[in-house]
């Protein structure tokens, strides 16, 4: 079984920049499109940014669009998450996800393997 664990997450003031990151364990996920997606308390988890198998094609949610940046390296089995500009609005749990093959992106019932997430807060 696919295990990821997510690292970076931490307190930031607003405007301020964190880099997470995903490391696949047990098995590669580097044949498999990537995602992000994030919770905040009393809200549902909502998809952030994704990503194809060999990197050309990524995508993102329109809160996030042009501050945050998802990348990935398939040698080293890792996925990150560059998140620039960074609001209070951000402030959440954040996970690393792999999709299944065919799935739609932005739909969160079509990744079948998840992080435990780490928390990133933005204070104001």
């Known amino acids: 079984q696919v295990r990821l664990v997510e690292s970076g997450g931490g307190l930031v003031q607003a405007g301020g920049s964190l880099r997470l990151s995903c490391a696949a364990s047990?098995?590669?996920?580097?044949?498999?499109?990537m995602g992000w997606f994030r919770q905040a308390p009393g809200k549902e988890r909502e998809f952030v940014a994704g990503?194809?198998?060999?990197?050309?094609?990524?995508y993102y949610s329109d809160s996030v669009k042009g501050r945050f940046a998802i990348s990935r390296d398939n040698a080293k089995n890792m996925v990150y998450l560059q998140m620039n500009s960074l609001k209070p609005e951000d402030t959440a749990v954040y996970f690393c996800?792999?999709?299944?093959?065919?799935?739609?992106?932005?739909?969160?019932?079509?990744?079948?393997?998840w992080g435990q997430g780490t928390q990133v807060t933005v204070s104001s």
């Open positions: 990503i194809s198998r060999i990197s050309d094609g990524t």
């Open positions: 047990g098995r590669t996920s580097r044949d498999y499109a």
């Open positions: 996800a792999q999709r299944r093959m065919g799935g739609n992106y932005y739909i969160r019932a079509d990744y079948d393997y």
